[in-house]
């Protein structure tokens, strides 16, 4: 079976930065498939980087490796690494891209990129997606093992967590993404239904208990406006709010056929309360 | 020979919506091929889907799958299916996308997608891109017949067909399509010559006789102002606009240089007339 | 090994042209690899195609085929040709659009894309794309030799070579490209240093001796400001504007954090020196 490539970054797809960086990948491992994860990560936005490789990893195939690039860092200290995790790997740099990932794949080790056998030769300082990434991902699709790239690395950087917290009577989260169609993705998930009451789990795994009723619960924004809870979007009139358990299991909000970021006017980082229909 | 499938959806390529539909695609049928058709169709626009599926159509391997992803209705009853065509096969919802493609490729029978083992298990009621349509497509491209999917669907959703209408001393169109360059395509098309009698087929096959005489034809525009008919862009001068066949057949106006519709004022849906000059 | 192909168009990916293009090359040659360089080369700019078919070309694999489709003249009396260079193949319009190439390929030969058997039937005259220059590429890449298309073509044309000149105290050049982020790609380039001595080649190999001392050269923009020498983004603090040499050997302009473009108001075309700092 041909080795898989899936690939996050911040370069855009007007340049040639990408299709450079799979020309390398294909000059080592004619055999590897590709994959475009996506490119228009916001540019330097590490955070956002780990959000969409999270949000991808579990739709991988098995032994997929992850090629993360978004290195505001390039050039500097920041480690080049590669991780393996049970059932993928990764590669990038150590600068908390691969955070997130670690609460749903179990790591089983990290290496520091720093056998020049296994880089271009005479990396730029600028472009080590091309030079030290690229070439780190196809040599692990041909097979060279996480280990031969350099020492161990014992402690990654890690991002601060989503905000998800129980509060009197709500449970608080922020707004972590906005896509391409205005929906706004939450941190407020895995929802669990223990007969009415609402459980859910934290970002570590954690079980927060809410005490909150499955069946009158409302999603509240910052300006006290409250949305209800569908199962999808047609659920509510054209033009109409709604919050909506979304395709990784996080709560989102959207407008039946329109922008939600643009007609409720939020943003990434608003704080958005889960809480029970006064009544 | 490696199965090949064809995608054409509206998510867009910032998000990772389109590189998970691939990772699920893949990890049932690692030998699949993909090709992206385009994921700029506007948001919900069955009917701009389904032009670009038929005018893709007829340029795609033999074999191949078509993935067709323009679902405003996901999560409602709408039904999600596969359609098979003498040459080629399709997976989408059943919502008019795949029915211009009827009027060259010959439908030899629809099923529903209905067997839970054919999709990801849990499917979300905002993504049977992920959930539904991208693993149909991966089966098919392992050999799975139609038929093991779902029962038969009798009667397909159809769109309106496009104006085209011979009216007295010319034939009467509508803009369908306008590029990412401002050319323009219109819904009069495969026109031919018999002698100097211009004759052409409606959307269904059926021959139209207009009358005109195709050395004297030029297209009149909603404001009056008429094109000459040329060959290519650099038969009128730099700046000026033409009307000439396109590379599918039908009659486009363009700009030699320039962007069309920002030059001419004009949008998808107007009507365009082919006349002969008054003398 | 199955042949790969890297394209380059000023198509954009918003329409269905470059995957109807794809879609051909796979009708062809299934086992062919596709890699998307860039769509987005600005329309109808050969100059801008030809830079970056040169920026991309050092780093594909040996072999591979490069197809480049930005052509204006499509329909009118430009020649269709294919190169064969001593590691890869080429495809595309002679307009200019392979000169930048020459510089650092050696070119065994060219010949002109007129065999009917190798295009597609009837060709269109405003999409050679599809159906002169991806079946080329396709048939290339199924092993079909160069001489089998057609004529040999003498003479290519040429783009006028980047502005690089040594003047007085200085070497000026200009500003070739801009990218996604602002950063600004300077002509400047291939710079050695001999001891303290700067010397640089221009674009056709020849050494420049421009007597400046690397120790303490600046880059001076048009407006007079000046930027330091750096080595890559985080040398200077964040918003601070820097010269450095580029991933592809060429002196570039950067905004730490920021958009050199904007920030500085400098364009493709503008006409930059780099020159020691008067003490």
Redesign the interface.
């Known amino acids: 079976?041909?080795p898989?490539i899936?690939i996050?970054t911040d370069?855009?797809?007007?340049?040639?930065?990408?299709?450079?960086m799979?020309?390398?990948i294909?000059?080592i491992q004619?055999a590897a498939?590709l994959?475009?994860?996506?490119?228009?990560i916001p540019?330097?936005s590490i955070r956002a980087g780990a959000f969409?490789l999270w949000?991808?990893a579990s739709?991988?195939?098995?032994g997929?490796i992850l090629l993360g690039v978004v290195d505001?860092?390039?050039?500097?200290a920041r480690r080049p690494v590669t991780l393996a995790f049970d059932e993928l790997l990764a590669v990038g740099p150590d600068n908390g891209l691969f955070s997130y990932l670690l609460f749903e794949h179990r790591l089983l080790g990290a290496h520091e990129l720093a056998a020049p056998e296994l880089r271009l030769p005479e990396p730029?300082?600028?472009?080590h997606g091309?030079?030290v990434f690229a070439p780190a991902a196809a040599h692990l699709a041909r097979g060279t093992s996480p280990e031969a790239f350099g020492p161990p690395v014992p402690q990654l950087l890690s991002l601060p967590l989503p905000v998800l917290r129980p509060i009197p009577g709500a449970i608080e989260g922020e707004i972590l993404h906005c896509?391409?169609?205005g929906n706004l993705v939450t941190s407020i998930g895995r929802l669990e239904l223990h007969g009415a009451a609402l459980a859910l789990r934290d970002w570590t795994g954690r079980e927060l208990q809410a005490g909150l009723d499955a069946r009158s619960c409302q999603l509240v924004l910052p300006d006290g406006k409250s949305l209800p809870l569908a199962?999808?979007?047609?659920d509510v009139p054209a033009g109409a709010a709604l919050a909506?358990?979304?395709?990784t299991g996080l709560l989102?909000i959207a407008v039946n056929?329109g922008d939600a970021a643009e007609v409720l006017g939020l943003n990434v980082g608003d704080v958005v309360r889960l809480s029970e229909i006064k009544g």
Chains 1, 2, 3 share one sequence.
């Not at 370069?11 to 450079?20: A, L, Q, R, S």
């Not at 199962?231 to 047609?234: L, N, P, V």
């Open positions: 079976v041909n898989i899936a996050v370069f855009g797809i007007e340049d040639t930065y990408v299709g450079v799979k020309s390398v294909l000059g004619p498939r994959i475009d994860l996506t490119h228009a540019r330097g969409e949000r991808a739709y991988l195939p098995k997929c505001p860092g390039v050039g500097t730029s300082s600028t472009f091309r030079d896509d391409v169609f199962h999808t979007f047609a909506y358990t979304g395709s989102e056929g």
